[in-house]
């Protein structure tokens, strides 16, 4: 079974317990989505060690997020978050940000960029390396193989955040999905494959053991047609690797 075949019979299932969203209603090709059971894979997650010690996490702007993105700003801790499809870039959320009590409100996706701040690449890597980075799917395999929409853009985002040195093989990632979500087959990896180090659903952790992950950052030529017109933050990294003298310049 192909990356495809397996998103596919995930979405059978998957649309038993997803909740629609507004403008994409039950089109998983569009938006990862909310679940039943949030909640709780939301609150075993919050458990973790590797949360509790993250000062600056990196929490991926899908549905069934917004929950732990609300939570964090009130766990007092700094998040960044892509916009949809990166193309207004990342933005910065600090529980400052945030008057009490609208936690759940700002965190939303039309909001968070009304209480936060655009974050260019510069800026996020003068703020030091991401301690956590969490991400849905729209399946996962029990080697921590994720496949989210099939867009490509969290494997984007990893590439960026490597080549910019604020992640590299150390930086855990967790793929927060529902049990429904998690495939026991196995999926031929490509090089830009990034596996998670933990799977978080409502009833149970996986650790996947010697999770590797792609070093290369961005590949230039392999970007899809349109993605330098679409995403500011590659205009922003190409820019900076053509610096002399800039970490990761050619």
């Not at 510069?122 to 029990?142: F, K, M, W, Y």
């Not at 955040?161 to 998690?182: I, K, W």
Request: proline share 6%.
């Amino acid at each position: 079974m192909n990356k495809v075949e397996a998103r596919e019979a995930v979405w059978r299932n998957l649309r038993r317990v997803a909740r629609p969203d507004s403008r994409f209603h039950f089109d998983f090709n569009e938006y990862i989505p909310d679940f039943v059971g949030s909640k709780a894979a939301t609150e075993r997650l919050m458990e973790l060690d590797i949360y509790r010690r993250a000062d600056t996490v990196f929490i991926t702007p899908d549905n069934c997020l917004e929950r732990l993105r609300a939570e964090t700003v009130g766990a007092g801790k700094r998040q960044i978050v892509s916009t949809y499809g990166i193309r207004r870039g990342l933005v910065e959320l600090t529980p400052a940000d945030v008057p009490a009590g609208l936690e759940p409100y700002a965190v939303m996706l039309d909001a968070i960029e009304s209480f936060g701040r655009h974050l260019p690449l510069v800026a996020l890597r003068q703020g030091g390396p991401l301690d956590l980075i969490v991400t849905g799917a729209s399946a996962v395999n029990t080697a921590g193989i994720r496949f989210g929409k099939g867009h490509g853009f969290f494997d984007l985002e990893w590439a960026i955040f490597c080549q910019l040195g604020v992640a590299d093989q150390e930086t855990p990632v967790v793929a927060f999905v529902h049990d429904c979500q998690v495939v026991d087959i196995e999926l031929e990896m490509s090089p830009f494959d990034t596996i998670c180090d933990l799977i978080v659903t409502p009833t149970r952790l996986l650790t996947i053991p010697n999770a590797r992950k792609p070093t290369v950052g961005v590949i230039w030529d392999r970007l899809e047609e349109g993605m330098m017109a679409d995403i500011p933050p590659l205009r922003e990294l190409r820019a900076l690797t053509m610096t002399p003298g800039v970490a990761g310049a050619q």
